[in-house]
């Protein structure tokens, strides 16, 4: 654990009466009091309840007035009263992070010791002006851990040696304020902690309902077998197959960005996938309407690569239109062919046109992927690339169709993988060996 920082700096302000340094000022009691405040830090679950009390026990240690408790905010660049004691409650009050003596400490991380604070030009009236209360002395101490300014402990009107705070005073402040940093501290990584696991129980569900949304694996000799791995928890790519009175609709796609917003997306285009492939044969004009739906309502820019295609068993011919997706690859006959995108991505012009194009299968496969398949890379950043793909269909074409896929993510996943892995791949071998048997 890293070591609180106690500042050994003391600023006094004019002229203080001669102070007792001989050591003795009740070590005993400033000792039972850490002890205390150390287990109520320990043991309690509210903070603010915590701090209060431990103020109060501060205050009447030291015999002070009031007191008040301030923690910085960078972000807003001021300093706030987050506990009090006294008779006029200041909680809630805000300073400018250099405004008033308790800002100069935290921004100095140095004790300040007032002897009377009228003429000290720093003095911020603003708290005597909305409690009422008027301040003589004070001495404050920062509170700080890690290297990280937090806040300061601010005490007030000492009741007895006069009036004024002694330098026997500041070293117990400086020792408490350094408890109450380390508590408020690891109050606020317990409340980082909680806020991480809530977000990670929230990203498996999301997750989780992803995984629903994919179809169901179906075993060989299914014409259409696909596989998706998550670069992270959820993933930004989706694939769907929807068996249609003897054809078959697929499609591929992958959303802009990554983590949350892009899984959103996701969701809302698979499930619109699925919906409309029901009533709209042809693939095309599903991109359209798919498009015209995300241009409407989506946001930050954000779009969707997509292939979305038909395949007919019988005739052996896939019917196959590309919004801005990565070329779809074909293997027939011992020879490859690509297929490039001749529209753009979802969600960036409305009303586009979406052509289509009709593959003679021939007996041969075809495969449909995300970005994330070609751009993995080796220990030397060489990437994958199509070339890799190819090469990997050929070693792998002798199997059938559902273990090739899985063949062929398995050894890209051993890659660096940079993004979202996602196949899909439509065999003819099958249907072929049908329509031959047939003729």
Known sequence: MSEVQVPNEIRESNEAPELDVDGTHNLEDAFELLATMTQDFASSMDLDETLKKALALVASHLDAEAGSLWLLDLD??????RACVGPNPIVGMTLGMTQGIVGRSVMENTCQSVFDVSKDPAFSPKADDESGMVTRSLLCAPMSFSGRKIGAIEL???????????EKDVHPLQVLASSAALAIANNRMAAS???????????????????????????????????????????????????????????????SG???????????????????????????????????????????????????????PDTGIVC???????????????????????????????NGDFPETELDMRGGSLYIFSDGLTEAGDAGGEQLGREGLERLVRDFQGVALAERVSAIVESVSMLDLRDDLTLLAVSDEHALSERSRRT
């Open 258 to 312: 990554k983590g949350i917003n892009a899984a959103l997306l996701m969701a809302k285009t698979a499930s619109l996938y699925r919906c409309l492939a029901k009533t709209v044969p042809q693939p095309g004009e599903l991109l359209r309407q798919l498009n015209d739906e995300i241009c409407e309502t989506s946001t930050r820019g954000m779009f969707v690569t997509m292939s979305a295609g038909v395949y007919d």
């Open 193 to 255: 902690l909680v806020d991480a696991q809530r977000v990670r129980r929230e990203l498996e569900l999301a997750a989780e309902i992803q995984r629903n949304l994919l179809p169901p694996n179906r075993p060989d000799p299914f014409p259409i077998q696909g596989m998706n791995i998550p670069a992270r928890t959820v993933s930004g790519d989706f694939f769907d197959i929807l068996p249609l009175d003897g054809r078959f609709a697929f499609c591929l796609g992958d959303v």
């Open 156 to 166: 007030i009107n000492k009741k007895s040696d006069g009036g004024h705070f002694a």
């Open 76 to 81: 807003k660049e001021e300093i706030s009263c």
């Open 320 to 350: 196959l239109a590309n919004a801005g997706h990565e070329p779809a690859v074909c293997h027939a006959e011992g020879a490859f062919a690509s297929f490039d995108a001749e529209a753009p991505p979802l969600g960036i012009v409305p």
